[in-house]
């Protein structure tokens, strides 16, 4: 193992999910919560999700998506008439029904707590989730993209039944997307996405390839180079 991927472990290494073991998730065994109540309230809670934040790249994650991404690339298949054929995954945030590139995703986990972090550095950040026992910031996609938090559609339910949370990651450590409905799995040429119309607002714009239709839906094409820049900014 190379000094650079070395050093990145060890930064993972050194978060103690201490909220786990003895805290309002653990035994509740922590002294700490006499005075704070709950974890939320710690400054050592605050303290390591500083960490989570600011802790370098995986370098090793890094080659993985690299790799994957590259091996999907010459996977797509072709068209007759030689148009390349990509494949995207089809979800709603409120109102919106949006596509993600499948080469970025890692895994579709079921709802689960998203514990908020104290002064959060921007709205689209909404705290730190437990994906199969690490910590991963969940970004909201509405937030980034302006969309109005008061729409729901018509299949988001109090019970959250439909949210979803996608796990991807673009050159970099996977973040987390809660969402409210996974469609599935749409396939498209070049060809068949139309530029984004002029009275999509300048967030959502800013951050789309185009427009495809797809069941009956218009549905938004995110740029992913665009959305992790996007992402980025937003955890500085």
Request: hydrophobic share 40%.
């Amino acid at each position: 193992m190379n000094r650079a991927a070395a050093a990145t472990d060890d930064a993972t290494l050194d978060v103690d999910d201490c909220w786990n073991r003895i805290g309002t998730r653990g035994d509740r065994s922590c002294e700490r919560l006499n005075d704070c109540l709950r974890c939320l309230n710690c400054p050592v809670y605050a303290g390591h999700a500083a960490k989570l934040l600011e802790r370098p790249l995986d370098v090793a994650e890094m080659t993985d998506v690299t790799r994957r991404m590259s091996a999907f690339g010459t996977a797509h298949a072709r068209d007759d008439d030689g148009d390349t054929r990509h494949a995207a995954l089809a979800f709603r945030v409120a109102d919106e029904w949006l596509a993600l590139p499948i080469g970025v995703l890692r895994e579709i986990a079921g709802t689960r707590p998203i514990h908020s972090l104290p002064h959060r550095r921007h709205s689209a950040v909404r705290g730190v989730v437990n994906i199969r026992g690490t910590l991963r910031i969940a970004i909201s996609i509405g937030a980034l993209l302006g969309l109005d938090a008061g729409k729901t559609g018509s299949g988001s339910g109090d019970d959250g039944r439909f949210t979803r949370l996608l796990v991807a990651a673009h050159q970099g450590e996977p973040v987390v997307f809660p969402v409210d409905e996974v469609e599935g799995v749409l396939r498209f040429g070049a060809s068949d996405w139309v530029p984004v119309p002029a009275t999509v607002g300048r967030a959502s714009a800013g951050l789309s390839r185009g427009v495809l239709s797809w069941r009956g839906k218009s549905v938004g094409l995110l740029d992913d180079d665009r959305l992790f820049d996007a992402v980025t900014r937003s955890m500085r």
